[in-house]
């Protein structure tokens, strides 16, 4: 049997296999990026489909249009526009989840060796998605600001013809960590220097615990370079499977081809249902719920972080989202540490931060998660793995100097 | 902006812009490949969601599996045992609708250029999904037994190194026809001495109006070289966008990392409630409905053709499915017929042949569907558009040659 050459970069990823040791009971794992299903709205859901589910409404189950039902598409955009950001529902893409449309915008631009720029780290699912494509990368280094946009004209002007900047303002996965406003209008102006478009993954924006995020760079775009990508997994329930994208005609016309190519549509149900619970439900009182319930967990988390790690080891203060990011001495493989000590003795798992890096994999970091993870086990496995890393690094002193910044951020004033 | 070079081959296609016309609410459309949505198990299926979204099961919301919530691969196994297919649950590959396993398959096999060897004419999704892969293709033609598996044996013998057959073995989509036993054997035996993969899709297998179908590809496979691919759409509901694919442990595992980067994973609400389904109701006794009305209407559809259309308009007689394929006179034009005339004057639309063929389009054929089109209006679209072809192809005696094989079945006399 002879694969397509793609399949020589279409590999298994570590951290499946590191995390699939779940059948330990015993073990507390921070390694998953699910929302807590303790917070879906069952209920509500439960009203709305029995509601649609009736024979008057029997297209609920039958096909749809690939672009996805335009009373979802209509209140897609004006919830984005709620959010301060122009959309019709006209370029609105319901997609099978936001990894969908990491696969399409890559389809759509990227012939075998293209570059794309990525953040260093970077979300490993847009990797996975990217990799049958064939791309070259280019990484820009990260601060707490987000990604440094210096770095990035540096990038641009070594790469000309990068096909696009792929990035997760809000609340970054793995770091944690959100763009600064100045940053996000010179990453717009750069962009339109260079000519090159701009996929902004925004799955956390809605989770903010504190204040008011800064405009989405789809706010900010005047030339149709920003395709915007979201999803209702954080925000609803990723058992829907249901994102969508926004772009410009031309952009999404042909998002749209690839879409039908590839999965016809998304699902009738799931799509109506909701459209039915953004309607008849108050989805942002749901969210606002969401925001309290992972702020206090991001506090806990933080503060038996600080409590109990050695101070060697540093983490980022998320104001939002699922993730803290953990930066371990220079000399500490996060991997081998999780598979030789922190899963069959402190009982606890993470995902090694080598698996977020597309060029040049850093061993020393760790993405934590606080978001599914009960009140009483992110004391418990934090609580744990402090003990773990005390005995371990307590004689390696040197902090990774290219993330020392993200190391200093603690808590806000006000 | 430059696009992909894949993008050059992923183009509208003619039969959405013909099919765009659906404001006309006098218009009788057999166009659709549709289920009839009054017989979705509207009842079955609010009662399973009414009990699966309940606090002790929220994790029908969260996160699963990329494979597929394992309860579903069981029961898809199970029934594919007992549909006379050996299946273990490990096999299987739960999908985003069948759509998606075109997708996948093509993505690991083809590079641009690579032959894939389809009926002629095939299934206009299947072109659709293969199109970004940028694959050549060899055709095979058809007749009442389905693919001509001689030509078949001449076709893999001038490309040697095809990467796979793709076929719909049980009621042809455009065409209705269903493979012969035979034929099935032979088509095995010449994937195995060329050894080229076999993409065996069969969504409307189970909607069988007579007799026995003949066994599945892969239960006669011996070599690990059929991926059989399979849907829930025909049998359930399309809106829960869910299909299956089975294959051999090398290519599943692989089909399954493609899956992850393409959407993660399918539904896990849609797969939940259709386990769910599977188990505490008796899909047999539903699908056995299913029959019972669709072979009616196959039946009415049938009887108004021959009483209506002229002579020289022939027709398949399909033995289960959604369609019949009817044959006009060369020189018939039955996309401009359609747009002229069908449309306009007698309010019917079909879809034109000429989409299904992959290198050379016939343009004297049409794809009609029975399934999703009430009874009284098949008979008044039937009817009309036979009084409409009765006016234009009058002096047109020539019925194309290749296709006379298909023109000449009736029913079968038992």
């Known amino acids: 049997m002879i694969f397509a050459r793609r399949m020589s970069r279409v590999r298994p990823s570590?951290?499946?296999?590191?995390?699939?040791?779940?059948?330990?009971?015993?073990?507390?794992?921070f390694g998953g990026g699910y929302p807590d299903q303790r917070l879906f709205p069952l209920d509500d859901l439960r009203a709305v489909l029995d509601d649609l589910l009736r024979p008057e409404r029997s297209q609920v189950l039958q096909y749809a249009t690939s672009e996805g039902l335009p009373a979802l598409r209509a209140l897609i955009a004006e919830r984005m526009r709620a959010g301060g950001t122009p959309?019709?529902?006209?370029?609105?893409?319901?997609?099978?989840?936001g990894q969908q449309g990491l696969d399409l915008v890559a389809k759509l631009l990227v012939d075998p060796g293209d570059t794309i720029i990525v953040e260093d780290p970077t979300f490993l699912g847009a990797l996975i998605?990217?990799?049958?494509?064939?791309?070259s990368y280019a990484t820009v280094r990260m601060d707490e600001q987000g990604m440094d946009v210096e770095r990035l004209a540096e990038v641009l002007r070594a790469n000309p013809d990068a096909k696009f900047?792929?990035?997760?303002?809000?609340?970054?996965?793995?770091?944690?960590?959100t763009m600064s406003i100045e940053r996000r209008r010179r990453l717009i102006e750069l962009a339109n220097e260079y000519d090159v478009l701009v996929l902004e993954d925004t799955p956390y924006r809605e989770l903010c615990f504190e204040g008011v995020q800064a405009p989405t760079l789809a706010?900010?775009?005047?030339?149709?370079r920003v395709v915007h990508l979201s999803s209702f997994s954080k925000i609803l329930a990723p058992g829907l499977r249901l994102g969508w994208l926004t772009a410009s005609p031309e952009i999404r016309?042909?998002?749209?081809?690839l879409k039908l190519a590839a999965d016809t549509q998304s699902g009738t149900l799931a799509m109506a249902a909701t459209a039915a619970y953004l309607k008849g439900f108050d989805i942002d009182a749901h969210v606002?719920?969401?925001?309290?319930?992972?702020?206090?967990?991001r506090d806990l988390m933080i503060r038996t972080i600080d409590e109990t790690f050695p101070d060697t080891v540093a983490r980022t203060y998320p104001t939002g989202g699922l993730f803290t990011w953990l930066t371990f001495p220079e000399g500490f493989d996060s991997a081998r540490f999780m598979a030789e000590v922190a899963v069959p003795e402190a009982k606890v798992a993470y995902v090694p931060g080598a698996t977020?890096?597309?060029?040049?994999?850093?061993?020393?970091?760790?993405?934590?998660?606080?978001?599914?993870?009960?009140?009483?086990?992110?004391?418990?496995?934090?609580?744990?793995?402090?003990?773990?890393?005390?005995?371990a690094v307590a004689e390696i002193r040197l902090v990774d100097a290219d993330f020392a910044t993200l190391t200093s951020q603690k808590e806000p004033v006000a």
Chains 1, 2 share one sequence.
């Not at 020393?364 to 005390?390: D, Y």
């Open 219 to 224: 706010s900010l775009d005047t030339e149709g």
């Open 165 to 177: 900047i792929y990035t997760v303002p809000d609340f970054h996965n793995p770091t944690g960590v």
């Open 356 to 391: 977020f890096f597309a060029v040049d994999p850093r061993p020393n970091h760790a993405r934590v998660n606080f978001s599914s993870v009960p009140e009483e086990q992110i004391v418990a496995g934090i609580t744990r793995l402090g003990e773990a890393l005390h005995r």
């Open 129 to 135: 998605a990217f990799a049958p494509l064939e791309p």
């Open 288 to 297: 606002q719920r969401l925001r309290d319930v992972y702020r206090a967990k």
């Open 14 to 29: 570590a951290i499946r296999e590191l995390l699939a040791h779940g059948a330990d009971p015993d073990l507390i794992s």
């Open 253 to 257: 016309e042909r998002l749209g081809l």
């Open 87 to 97: 959309t019709s529902a006209d370029d609105v893409l319901v997609l099978s989840g």
